[in-house]
């Protein structure tokens, strides 16, 4: 018997890209002036993407909806820190290399990128991030759209500040990445704000109907 999913196919596309790119990335990071436009989309695209799917009204409380995304996201998080973790330290501990094999551990449940931290798997900052990002917005959410585009902005600019102001040295080594959960959080609301206006067959519809809107969407 053949079954149905409520999966987007551009959706799927999209975030496969994304991931060719980060691993591409982490790989080889170093491609000169092309490294820039490379990298620097997909972190947000992902936020973006996420922003497209969420939906407050599928959970009454935010209790409720924490405890899906922990589920979702924080429980898979642990998961792969600490399979990846043991990798890692029988990796270390076979060539004898000096390192602190415990730390690493431990800071999964600091869950940042920055600072030498998660060394054993560092892209796993963006999980605990997005998680961050969808407990703020689910507050968010209940504003008017007008408000909400205006929290989100100022959010953001906050973001920028942690991270570039005087006292980023200690901002950006905050828990959970709340740093770049402040800043990315514009990205999401891009998505989900979209999404009050087209369903996302809609969007899909008019990216195909208008080239020129897909390309300055790439560029954007």
């Not at 415990?102 to 998680?131: D, E, R």
Request: glycine share 4%; proline share 5%.
């Amino acid at each position: 018997m053949k079954t149905q999913t409520n999966r987007v196919a551009y959706l799927d596309m999209l975030k496969c890209l994304g991931m060719f790119i980060v691993v591409q990335g982490h790989i080889h990071p170093d491609y000169g002036w092309f490294s820039l436009p490379i990298h620097s989309y997909v972190i947000p695209l992902y936020f973006l993407l996420s922003g497209l799917t969420f939906r407050r009204e599928k959970f009454p409380t935010f209790g409720a909806f924490a405890a899906h995304r922990a589920k979702t996201l924080l429980l898979p998080y642990a998961m792969f820190s600490v399979l990846t973790w043991i990798f890692w330290a029988a990796y270390n501990t076979v060539l004898h290399n000096s390192v602190d094999l415990w730390g690493p551990l431990l800071q999964t449940l600091f869950a940042q990128g920055s600072g030498k931290f998660l060394v054993h798997n560092v892209p796993l900052w963006f999980i605990p991030c997005l998680f961050v990002i969808e407990s703020m917005y689910y507050f968010i959410d209940k504003l008017s759209v007008r408000w909400n585009v205006l929290t989100c902005v100022i959010c953001a600019f906050i973001g920028v500040w942690m991270i570039t102001g005087p006292y980023s040295r200690i901002l950006t080594l905050l828990p959970w990445s709340i740093e770049s959960a402040f800043t990315a959080i514009i990205f999401y609301c891009a998505g989900n704000v979209l999404t009050k206006y087209h369903s996302l067959k809609q969007i899909e519809d008019i990216i195909i109907a208008k080239k020129w809107l897909a390309i300055a969407s790439i560029v954007i």
